[in-house]
């Protein structure tokens, strides 16, 4: 079984401020990780993946995520957060031997101006 | 760009009635899920369907659940007896294959049961 936990329910951080959104996971086997994004009134959108190679990804609006297979962690960072940026986000794994995702519980990112 | 879309966005239902959720995924993708998230609580996986059969479900997917794939385009979730639990936002998504491939998610059908 897996297992996925974010710390934080809620993180209120200033616009240009740097922000860190902690994901810790549980499994027996290999898994491949993900961040998902949820905007207001919307689905799911991936943030980004890591499936094997570089331990350090990257999406496409800054954000960035580190594999730390000792610490069973995959934390979601930004340098500098937007307005734009304010929404859910949900870490989740699934196995190679499967395709269902396990979530944690999601933060709540606020940025405020 | 193509997106998952899911109808409708809100139902309203009692007690022990049936309810269908329906979803459109995207249409070259050959594996559809259902997910739902209790207020409060976290996504959970419910069922995964592919080449016209259940492939993996969860323990929440009981004898009271069951998905269809009627026609080419639209993937349907049935609860036969609705019970107060069963309120939640019920998410389809579809994905070209399986397992590391990104899901993509419909906006979700919140479901209430009085």
């Known amino acids: 079984a897996q297992s996925v936990t974010q710390l934080d329910s809620q993180v209120p951080v200033f616009e240009e401020a740097p922000v860190e959104l902690r994901c810790n996971y549980s499994?027996?086997?290999?898994?491949?990780l993900f961040w998902y994004v949820q905007y207001p009134n919307q689905g799911l959108q991936l943030l980004l993946k890591?499936?094997?190679?570089?331990?350090l990804v990257e999406s496409i609006n800054g954000f960035e995520a580190e594999f730390n297979k000792s610490q069973t962690s995959f934390h979601l960072r930004k340098p500098s957060v937007h307005i734009s940026d304010t929404a859910e986000y949900f870490c989740?794994?699934?196995?190679?031997?499967?395709?269902?995702?396990?979530f944690g519980g999601g933060t709540r990112l606020m940025v405020k101006p | 760009e193509p997106e998952v879309t899911q109808t409708p966005s809100h139902q309203v239902t009692q007690m022990g009635q049936e309810v269908i959720l329906r979803c459109v995924p995207i249409?070259?993708?050959?594996?559809f899920y259902w997910y739902r998230q209790i207020l409060g609580q976290k996504v959970e996986f419910l069922v995964s369907f592919y080449n016209n059969e259940i492939s993996e479900k969860s323990e929440i997917f009981d004898d009271q659940f069951s998905v269809e794939r009627p026609d080419g385009s639209n993937f349907t979730l049935k609860i036969r007896s609705t019970k107060l639990e069963d309120s939640a936002m019920y998410f389809c998504a579809s994905s070209l294959a399986g397992a590391y491939n990104e899901q993509f998610f419909g906006p979700g059908t919140r479901l209430t049961v009085l």
């Open positions: 989740a794994v699934s196995h190679n031997a499967g395709n269902m995702l396990t």
């Open positions: 890591y499936l094997s190679g570089s331990t």
């Open positions: 499994s027996s086997v290999s898994v491949y």
């Open positions: 249409s070259n993708h050959l594996y």
